[in-house]
């Protein structure tokens, strides 16, 4: 990977910035403290690996703004690739991939560059895509071709244990951990599976004794079982004698039932006739009740006729009445209209002539003014030359005012620049601060969280052995599903067979043709062959049945163990739902735990930028040239002496005058209106006598109060009496009484034939079904005398089925024990077979016991992890030394010591010395091999920058790649000048194994010293 451009947009201290790298090999990033040289770098990696030393994923965000982007192009194997980053704030963001579609030999020759996107679709696909083509994930690429500001001497710094520890995990041995592990977790789970196989062969070993003991009860229990049998029959047969006595007096019974229902029914019916009689002879009394009032009822409908005639007579007139009313009205409406016409048109008149008198009156009051408005024009003209010569005056002084403002606006920018900035440092040193101060409460959460997932990872291994107990508890009930399907398939099969034997033909003598034949070897069987082979046959089916109820009965009990089994892992999934939030939480924390490490130091210099601002502000020692132009320009105003407060009193003075030239437009005004009132006021007063003429005229003589008397006259003629009509209409409303006694009438003159037949048939009804009772009742005597002469039999009966009933539950019990023990018995046989297997799966177990066992040794700290470590350490050493002998003129040499003796142990007759393993570095120069907290800075420096650089090329050689970049930021502020020139020379020296280095200082002598390649930010 090898940088081409670097684009950055609102990415932590800058807002938009732009780093070309083309044609840079050896280059210089240099600036003071807190410039964001290291920021630049960290954009790199957060463009490639979305991770940067950040707190939080926002904090990349620039102050005040939404939104980051990062645009990074870098060649690799001859192409062109370009990632582009977005962040927006409190949002995921965005990731894209893509290449140069041209190779980079053509665009160094200037071919255009154009891109094509290869990500895919998802930020964690097109990330493993972009891992998959530079073969570098962030942690190796921190670790070797990233030497990170502060952490050059970390290597060295830690204890001789940890620095072990620390090379095992820049060579990713912590997968070996992870297959120990693993390894670990299966040797745990074939031992629990051995001890969980031991107790099971254990416990079939003690159920086997059991199988002589059940044999002889079984046989017991089939003798007890025919016993019971036979008795039973017996009874059964005497049952059947006496229910069919009983049967006889059953069948009287429901006789004698059916003709009480008979006589019931018909004593229903006889009740019924009788009152339907009763009601027919009250309907006929009713009727001739009315028909008695015959000709009271026909005068009453006569009177009603007669007033019905003359309501309608006096409606007629009353409608005449009503239209010649209502056509006066109109008439008098249509006179009232247009006489309130005539009065609203004199009115309007009045009013006109009113507003003219007082339009008149208004304008020689204005006209009364005009001496007064005449000495103040002369006024308004002496205030106006006054501010002429202001104006002039103010033309020479603007353009200097202006530029006084704006040197005031530069200096209070500069000035609100320095104070943003320092609110800015505030902020950041106060976040900064915060994160230190949750450092003891990170490190507690993290011991609970480990705490946490070690119980749950204990609960996982349970899970899995409640697992695998289930699997086989399924396994079990498969074996026994099959042996059941066998089973059913048999007593098919011996169905079959039994129907295929036919009946047997009662011992007579018969051509050998009409015997039944055997379903085996075809030959003729009698009555003895005949009953041996089904008696076999029938056994055999009972011995299947007995089987298969032995096999339900354990398929319900492993039933029962797999839903135990299914609650308990249910449970155990449910506990261990937050394992992976935790995990992540874990991680989260680390992640936070290592950014306010790298905050402690950045608190430092935040602190320092801030104190000089704050001297800057207080002193005024910022803008200085902008402070000279300002106070000039404030002499050169002085000797103008424009005073812009007498210029604002001249304005107004000038304004307070303006009303005389609005008076002197009024008073031009009044004249002309005054003029036209006075010659509309006469045509005005004409018009108002016309239009009273007009109403006198209206009110007397006019066609339309000629018509509205004619009508008055018509009303008259008339004569409509209005009591008389309402006095018709309530002798008319107490007569209707009559229309519906004389409906009533005419109905009962055509009922009252019809009611005398019915009657007469309702008579000859009840007769009849009287006769019918009496018929009916000897018919139920006869029944009752034959049920006495029949004895009940039925509490005999009911005593043998109760004692048959007691004997078939003792069968049943029998049976039980029978089947239980036939079950026991067959579990024992396919136990016997199972104790075979369980052996063999023991041995099985057992060997992959040991396998995996030895396994977890191999992949753990002492078994390929060391030997890999002691491989590594030679190469390690000697890159260390060869980098190192550049740097140090051949001064100094390092060796790696993997092993040391420790404290000898005593015990009776010899001592023994216990070696420990360790990574101790010995550190020789001319005068000898010297601690390294011994050595100076710069020498300090110059043994880790080697050391460091070693393991950047080991760490790229291992990760499949060539390592072409090299960036080394800060850590030569140590050297002296002779330090800085070898470091020089050595990067230098090992130049041509990078194809691009680039180096971040804050000291400009080792910017000039770089050699003439070299670029400066």
């Not at 530079?134 to 990233?146: E, G, P």
């Not at 096999?551 to 135990?564: H, T």
């Not at 449910?574 to 130091?601: D, H, M, T, V």
């Amino acid at each position: 990977m090898i940088p081409h451009k670097l684009t950055l947009k609102n990415f932590l201290s800058y807002r938009d910035a732009s780093l070309d790298f083309s044609g840079l090999h050896t280059a210089c990033i240099c600036g003071p403290n807190g410039a964001g040289k290291s920021s630049l770098l960290e954009a790199i990696a957060w463009a490639i690996w979305g991770s940067s030393r950040a707190a939080t994923e926002d904090d990349i965000i620039h102050l005040g703004e939404t939104e980051a982007q990062v645009d990074f192009a870098f060649i690799g194997e001859g192409n062109l690739y370009r990632v582009i980053r977005n962040r927006r704030r409190g949002q995921s963001g965005t990731l894209e991939f893509q290449v140069a579609t041209k190779p980079y030999d053509e665009i160094q020759k200037g071919a255009k560059i154009e891109f094509r996107p290869i990500g895919e679709r998802g930020m964690r696909a097109t990330q493993q895509k972009i891992l998959d083509q530079i073969k570098l994930d962030y942690d190796t690429f921190i670790n070797s071709a990233y030497l990170r500001q502060g952490r050059a001497d970390e290597f060295m710094l830690k204890r001789p244990t940890e620095r072990k520890e620390i090379l095992a995990s820049l060579l990713k041995l912590n997968e070996y951990d992870n297959l120990a592990e693993r390894s670990k977790d299966f040797s745990r789970q074939y031992k629990a599976k051995i001890e969980l196989l031991q107790q099971t062969i254990d416990s079939t070993k003690q159920q086997l004794q059991q199988q002589t003991e059940i044999t002889q009860n079984i046989a017991k229990l089939e003798t007890t079982l025919n016993q019971l049998n036979s008795q039973q029959t017996a009874e059964r047969e005497k049952l059947q004698q006496l229910q069919a006595g009983q049967h006889h007096r059953q069948t009287w019974e429901k006789l004698r039932q059916g003709e009480q229902q008979q006589y019931q029914t018909l004593s229903q019916d006889y009740q019924r006739l009788q009152q339907e009689f009763n009601s027919t002879q009250q309907q006929q009394q009713e009727l001739e009740a009315v028909l008695k009032q015959a000709s009271e009822i026909q005068a009453g409908y006569s009177l009603f006729q007669t007033l019905q005639a003359t309501e309608e007579r006096l409606s007629a007139q009353f409608k005449t009445y009503q239209e010649a009313q209502q056509n006066r009205q109109k008439l008098l409406e249509q006179q009232r209209q247009i006489l309130q016409q005539f009065q609203q048109k004199i009115q309007n008149l009045n009013v006109q002539l009113d507003g003219l008198a007082q339009q008149e009156n208004e304008q020689l009051e204005v006209l009364k003014q005009r001496p007064e408005v005449e000495a103040a024009l002369i006024e308004l003209q002496t205030a106006r030359n006054h501010l002429t010569q202001l104006d002039e005056l103010q033309v020479k002084v603007t353009p200097l005012l202006q530029q006084r403002q704006q040197l005031q606006s530069q200096i209070d920018r500069a000035s609100a620049t320095l104070i943003a900035r320092l609110e800015e440092l505030s902020k950041s040193i106060r976040q900064v601060q915060q994160r230190v101060q949750i450092h003891p409460e990170l490190q507690q959460s993290l011991q609970q969280l480990n705490a946490q997932i070690q119980e749950l990872d204990n609960k996982r291994v349970y899970q899995k052995r409640v697992q695998e107990k289930g699997l086989e508890r399924h396994n079990y009930i498969e074996k026994l599903c099959s042996r059941q399907r066998d089973y059913e398939t048999k007593l098919a099969e011996l169905d079959h067979k039994i129907s295929l034997l036919g009946t047997p033909l009662n011992g007579e003598k018969t051509e050998s043709s009409a015997m039944p034949l055997c379903p085996l070897c075809d030959r003729p069987l009698d009555e003895h062959g005949w009953n041996l082979v089904v008696g076999k046959h029938r056994t055999q089916q009972q011995e299947i049945r007995d089987q298969i109820w032995v096999i339900n009965e354990q398929l319900a009990v492993a039933e029962r163990e797999i839903q135990g089994f299914r609650q308990e892992y249910r449970q155990l999934d449910r506990e261990l739902a937050p394992y992976e939030e935790y995990r992540e939480q874990r991680g989260q924390i680390q992640a936070k735990l290592e950014g306010i490490e790298e905050s402690q130091l950045r608190y430092q210099q935040l602190k320092l930028e801030a104190k000089e601002i704050e001297s800057s502000l207080q002193t005024g020692e910022f803008a200085v040239e902008l402070n000279g132009e300002l106070q000039q320009l404030d002499r050169q105003l002085q000797q103008l002496n424009y005073n812009e407060q007498s210029h604002v009193l001249a304005r107004n003075e000038e304004k307070r005058w303006r009303w005389a030239e609005i008076k002197q437009s009024q008073l031009q005004s009044a004249e002309s209106k005054l003029t036209k009132i006075r010659e509309q006021k006469p045509e005005l007063e004409a018009k108002k006598s016309a239009l009273e003429q007009q109403l006198t005229q209206q009110q007397t003589d006019s066609e339309l109060h000629q018509q509205i008397a004619a009508l008055e006259r018509t009303l008259a003629e008339i004569g409509y009496n209005l009591e008389e009509h309402n006095q018709v209409r309530s002798q008319l409303r107490q007569a209707q009484q009559w229309i519906t006694r004389a409906e009533k009438l005419n109905s009962a003159q055509q009922q009252y034939p019809k009611l005398q037949q019915r009657s007469e048939q309702l008579q000859q009804l009840k007769a009849g079904k009287a006769q019918d009772l009496k018929t009916v009742k000897t018919q139920i005597d006869l029944l009752e005398q034959k049920l006495k002469e029949t004895p009940d039999l039925s509490p005999e009966i009911q005593q043998l089925e109760q004692q048959i009933q007691q004997r078939r539950q003792q069968m049943d019990r029998t049976l039980s024990q029978l089947g239980s023990l036939k079950q026991q018995q067959a579990y024992l046989e396919s136990l016997n077979a199972q104790h075979t297997e369980q052996k063999q799966q023991l041995e099985t177990n057992r060997r992959q016991y040991r396998v995996y066992s030895e396994l977890a040794q191999a992949f753990g700290k002492n078994g390929i992890q060391a030997l890999m470590i002691e491989n590594v350490l030679p190469q390690l050493e000697a890159e260390t030394n060869h980098i190192l002998s550049r740097l140090s003129a051949n001064q100094l040499h390092i060796q790696f010591i993997t092993q040391r003796a420790g404290r000898s142990s005593k015990s009776s007759k010899k001592k023994t010395a216990k070696l420990i393993d360790t990574l101790d570095i010995l550190i020789a120069d001319a005068q000898g091999t010297r601690p390294y907290e011994t050595y100076s800075g710069g020498e300090a420096f110059r043994i880790n920058f080697a050391i460091r650089l070693a393991l950047a090329k080991l760490l790229a050689q291992r990760a499949g790649t060539a390592l072409q970049m090299l960036i080394i930021d800060e850590g030569f502020g140590t050297q002296d000048a002779e330090g800085c020139g070898r470091l020089i020379a050595a990067i230098n020296a090992i130049s041509s194994d990078f194809a691009c280095i680039l180096t971040v200082t804050h000291m400009p002598p080792f910017k000039r010293s770089i050699s003439s390649e070299n670029r400066s930010k």
